[in-house]
């Protein structure tokens, strides 16, 4: 059954071609799309275009069908086009006592009453099914569909950043743990400066308070509504965008009914961005691990159940984790050049070519919350070296402290520089008894205070994040 069906039949190839993969999608929406219709119904009555009765139907069907939607395992039947029309299909359902659900059910009875109260004399299973052929007025799928999508990704964005959090926490207590447990620093993949195992965990926890600022940003983009643009181009009818708005907890309006279609790519493109930044930085960990488990470094190694074996040599025990997890990093930052693709050239308005960054946006929330989860887990057997300074190898290193010494004694630094150079390779440079670093964000003043408490300033910036079942609770309380 097709929202658009004007008496004609349409192939069944076309249908499963543009229709069978966006059902699956579209499930993971049902409850957006409820909760975004129940706003609308409330609106609808409060601007005179339904009955209260009529709005009382549509409220404790839509209950019912939250219930459904969030039910294990739900799916959007071959039945329905979409999500769109499996809500206004079902309501119609559900009111004339059809299809699966009992016509007996509470929240069949509730609408019936309600219904019953304004209009006397009238089948109360009527009313609700002219209920629900009236939840359309003022609308189109191109706005559910945004509508929905905002939802969803407010709402995964703020589970997002306190996953993201939890991460940076983590490496924030290993940074405290291992502040005093020295590592050469690199560059040019040689041997450079003495720095910290605390100092190599603080800076991938502030790598991760970037990549939320960045997330706070796409995630802001999509606190608007565009409930009420309709097709792009509004309605002639009298609705109240504003209260939506407030219902479903946006901070703002989509104010230019066609910038509501043009947005659709660039918000996506943004919040994909945003979890690219994210897996750069867990991917660049990754790389490290791998690395330092390498037999030239040896500075951490993993506990046996988070390595695996060769077929052939009994020795082996590889890091087939961190290197999944750096794969798979990868693979996300390929995405938000994914969206471009999809999305550069098209003409004005609606196009069908958006259903496509479904698939693409809600695989790139799940990639990287569970990359987050497979880090978390990869830390816990994560054994760290705590003598890696005691290797002969990393002497020449101290040439920069013996120079800086020199400098304290009031000798130029070029001075100090020279003299220190003809000493290189000699051996004679040793780890100082106590290590001089002052300064903020050095071995002496790691700084995972100020990081913690940045870490905590974005977080709460992502506000509640309103989950279908909260904002269920927020517009069914309404004027109450």
């Known amino acids: 059954m097709y929202l658009w069906d004007k008496g004609g039949a349409p192939g069944e190839s076309l249908i499963s071609f543009t229709c069978d993969s966006d059902r699956v999608y579209d499930a993971r929406l049902a409850p957006y799309d409820i909760v975004g219709s129940m706003a609308h119904a409330v609106m609808l009555e409060k601007c005179g275009l339904i009955t209260a009765g009529e709005r009382e139907c549509l409220l404790a069907g839509l209950a019912r069908l939250m219930e459904e939607s969030l039910?294990?395992?739900?799916?959007?039947?071959?039945?329905?086009?979409?999500?769109?029309?499996?809500?206004?299909?079902?309501?119609?359902?559900?009111?004339?006592?059809?299809?699966?659900?009992?016509?007996?059910?509470?929240?069949?009875?509730?609408?019936?009453?309600?219904?019953?109260?304004?209009?006397?004399?009238?089948?109360?299973?009527?009313?609700?099914?002219?209920?629900?052929?009236?939840?359309?007025?003022?609308?189109?799928?191109?706005?559910?569909?945004?509508?929905?999508?905002?939802?969803?990704?407010?709402?995964?964005?703020?589970?997002?950043?306190?996953?993201?959090?939890?991460?940076?926490?983590?490496?924030?207590?290993?940074?405290?743990?291992?502040?005093?447990?020295?590592?050469?620093?690199?560059?040019?993949?040689?041997?450079?400066?003495?720095?910290?195992?605390?100092?190599?965990?603080?800076?991938?926890?502030?790598?991760?308070?970037?990549?939320?600022?960045?997330?706070?940003?796409?995630?802001?983009?999509?606190?608007?509504?565009?409930?009420?643009?309709?097709?792009?181009?509004?309605?002639?009818?009298?609705?109240?965008?504003?209260?939506?708005?407030?219902?479903?907890?946006?901070?703002?309006?989509?104010?230019?009914?066609?910038?509501?279609?043009?947005?659709?790519?660039?918000?996506?493109?943004?919040?994909?961005?945003?979890?690219?930044?994210a897996a750069n930085t867990i991917g660049r960990f990754a790389s490290d691990v791998i690395l330092f488990m390498s037999p030239g470094y040896g500075f951490v190694s993993l506990s046996d159940d988070l390595t695996t074996g060769s077929s052939i040599m009994p020795q082996k025990r590889n890091p087939d984790l961190f290197e999944l997890i750096r794969a798979r990093c990868n693979r996300l930052q390929a995405v938000p050049g994914e969206v471009v693709l999809v999305t550069s050239g098209l003409p004005p308005g609606y196009n069908r070519d958006y259903q496509e960054l479904k698939a693409t946006l809600f695989d790139a929330f799940d990639g990287i919350s569970e990359l987050v989860r497979?880090?978390?887990?990869?830390?816990?057997?994560?054994?760290?070296?705590?003598?890696?300074?005691?290797?002969?190898?990393?002497?020449?290193?101290?040439?920069?402290?013996?120079?800086?010494?020199?400098?304290?004694?009031?000798?130029?630094?070029?001075?100090?520089?020279?003299?220190?150079?003809?000493?290189?390779?000699?051996g004679s440079f040793a780890a100082p008894k106590k290590a001089d670093y002052t300064h903020t964000g050095s071995i002496g003043n790691v700084g995972q205070e100020i990081i913690g408490e940045r870490l905590g300033m974005i977080t709460e910036g992502f506000g509640k994040g309103y989950s279908p079942q909260e904002l269920f609770g927020r517009i069914t309380g309404w004027g109450t």
Request: include cysteine; aromatic fraction near 6%; charged fraction near 20%.
């Open 374 to 426: 497979a880090v978390r887990v990869a830390l816990e057997g994560l054994v760290i070296r705590n003598d890696i300074m005691s290797d002969s190898r990393y002497n020449d290193i101290f040439s920069v402290e013996e120079a800086n010494a020199m400098v304290r004694e009031g000798v130029p630094f070029r001075d100090a520089y020279r003299e220190v150079a003809g000493k290189a390779g000699s």
């Open 71 to 277: 039910q294990p395992g739900f799916s959007i039947g071959k039945e329905y086009e979409d999500i769109h029309s499996w809500v206004e299909i079902r309501l119609g359902e559900m009111a004339a006592g059809e299809g699966k659900l009992d016509a007996g059910h509470p929240g069949n009875a509730m609408a019936g009453e309600a219904a019953g109260k304004q209009h006397a004399g009238r089948p109360a299973n009527q009313i609700a099914v002219e209920a629900a052929r009236k939840l359309h007025t003022g609308r189109s799928r191109n706005d559910q569909v945004l509508t929905d999508l905002h939802l969803y990704i407010r709402h995964q964005s703020y589970l997002l950043a306190h996953e993201l959090k939890s991460l940076a926490d983590t490496f924030l207590d290993l940074s405290e743990k291992h502040s005093d447990d020295l590592m050469p620093g690199f560059t040019h993949m040689q041997a450079a400066m003495v720095t910290s195992l605390g100092l190599w965990f603080a800076s991938y926890a502030e790598s991760l308070c970037d990549d939320l600022q960045v997330l706070s940003g796409a995630a802001t983009l999509a606190d608007a509504s565009p409930l009420g643009t309709a097709a792009g181009y509004g309605t002639s009818l009298p609705i109240d965008r504003e209260l939506t708005a407030s219902l479903l907890g946006f901070q703002r309006l989509m104010v230019a009914s066609p910038y509501a279609q043009m947005s659709r790519g660039r918000t996506e493109r943004q919040v994909t961005g945003a979890i690219a930044s």
